[in-house]
Antibody, heavy 120, light 113 residues
Framework: EMQVVESGGGLVQPGGSLRLSCAASGCTFNTFWMSWVRQAPGKGLEWVAS????????RYVDSVKDRFTISRDNAKNSLYLEMNSLRGEDTAVYYCASQGNNWWDLFDDWGQGTLVTVSS | DIVMTQSPDSLAVSLGERATINCKSSQSVLYSSDNKNYLAWYQQKPGQPPKLLIY???TRESGVPDRFNGSGSGTDFTLTINSLQGEDVAVYYCQQNYGSPLTFGGGTKVEIK
């Protein structure tokens, strides 16, 4: 079982940028696809982005394409989400979640999340 | 995109009674090559991240109590919680992992009557 801890959330103005981090432990990090899933306040879950074990494949939900970049550093057991041109609708708790060997695998282990608030 | 629609939005059930949650996908999530439905259920308790309960529509994750049952195929699925316990108060989400993007239903809140 993987333990993940997110960090980097906070208050940012519309149009601003933020970088989220996720530190993983308790597993062989580089054998898993990893994802970010978000949840707006009082709302449901939305998959945001996923990255392959070696970083060679990345997938994004349409609403964040060209604004968000997912990356990973396997040497540091870490996952990142660079968020640019932030909008009010990006306000959410962002969860880091592990998947299996494939992009379609389910979200097995989740962190507690980090809150991103986009507001002036 | 595959749209997942859950019903009802919320329900209140007495302790020990049955809760039934429905999930409908906008297209079939049954993969013909392995005859598996790529449909999962998650439980999210207040203040916690989601937890995977059921995958392939009806297979319980290790450690999940057997009062949780998933059923259905193709586009229509059901999560049944038999003999509801107090610790089952949560929001339940269905999710398809058949196609990209991976999508979730809007959630069903289960409360005690």
């Amino acid at each position: 079982e993987m333990q993940v801890v997110e960090s980097g959330g906070g208050l940012v103005q519309p149009g601003g940028s933020l970088r989220l981090s996720c530190a993983a432990s308790g597993c062989t990090f580089n054998t898993f696809w990893m994802s970010w899933v978000r949840q707006a306040p009082g709302k449901g879950l939305e998959w945001v982005a996923s990255i392959k074990q070696d970083g060679s494949e990345k997938r994004y939900v349409d609403s964040v394409k060209d604004r968000f970049t997912i990356s990973r550093d396997n040497a540091k057991n870490s996952l990142y989400l660079e968020m640019n041109s932030l909008r009010g609708e990006d306000t959410a708790v962002y969860y880091c979640a592990s998947q299996g060997n494939n992009w379609w695998d389910l979200f097995d282990d989740w962190g507690q999340g980090t809150l991103v608030t986009v507001s002036s | 995109d595959i749209v997942m629609t859950q019903s009802p939005d919320s329900l209140a059930v007495s302790l020990g009674e049955r809760a039934t949650i429905n999930c409908k996908s906008s297209q079939s999530v049954l993969y013909s090559s392995d005859n598996k439905n790529y449909l999962a259920w998650y439980q999210q308790k207040p203040g916690q991240p989601p937890k995977l309960l059921i995958y392939w529509a009806s297979t319980r994750e290790s450690g999940v109590p057997d009062r949780f049952n998933g059923s259905g195929s193709g586009t229509d699925f059901t999560l049944t919680i038999n003999s509801l316990q107090g610790e089952d108060v949560a929001v339940y989400y269905c999710q398809q992992n058949y196609g990209s993007p991976l999508t979730f239903g809007g959630g069903t809140k289960v409360e005690i009557k």
